[in-house]
């Protein structure tokens, strides 16, 4: 059991070092693809809104970078200020953001259980080299 025990933590300790060192667009972008798509749950994230908003779309990145990810303080910096739309004017839900950092952009969404979906994209015409 002890023995058990001590393999665990070394092991939860090499892969915390290891998260350490790949960089924020390593844990955006797994597996070398050209765009991710990461989810956040209303158990984890929710300020209470029904919708998206700027303000909300600032918030819920930050958290998926900060502490979802565990990306370096400002390896993410938001460029411009999210513009935050809805698709039909009678779905709140259809409210998407797009969110342009210095990596790339964000398109996000708050689906009917609150819970926020991310589509994140390296596109060179967006991103910083």
């Known amino acids: 059991?002890?023995?058990?025990?001590?393999?665990?933590?070394?092991f939860t300790?090499?892969?915390?070092?290891?998260?350490?060192?790949?960089?924020?667009?390593?844990?955006?972008?797994?597996?070398n693809k050209h765009s991710g798509l990461h989810l956040?749950?209303?158990?984890?994230?929710?300020?209470g809104k029904e919708m998206l908003d700027?303000?909300?779309?600032?918030?819920?990145?930050?958290?998926?970078?900060?502490?979802?990810?565990?990306?370096?303080?400002?390896?993410?910096?938001?460029?411009v200020s999210p513009v935050c739309t809805p698709i039909l004017a009678d779905?709140?839900?259809?409210?998407?953001?797009?969110?342009?950092?210095n990596l790339g952009y964000f398109i996000a969404t708050r689906d009917n259980g609150r819970n926020v979906n991310f589509i994140f994209s390296k596109d060179k015409r967006f991103a910083e080299p």
């Open 1 to 10: 059991m002890n023995k058990a025990l001590i393999a665990f933590i070394i």
């Open 40 to 47: 956040i749950t209303r158990d984890e994230w929710n300020d």
């Open 13 to 31: 300790l090499n892969l915390s070092a290891f998260a350490q060192e790949m960089t924020c667009l390593d844990k955006l972008l797994p597996y």
């Open 54 to 79: 700027s303000e909300g779309a600032k918030n819920v990145l930050a958290y998926l970078t900060n502490s979802r990810l565990l990306c370096k303080s400002h390896e993410v910096v938001i460029k």
């Open 91 to 101: 779905l709140i839900q259809s409210n998407t953001c797009f969110i342009f950092t």
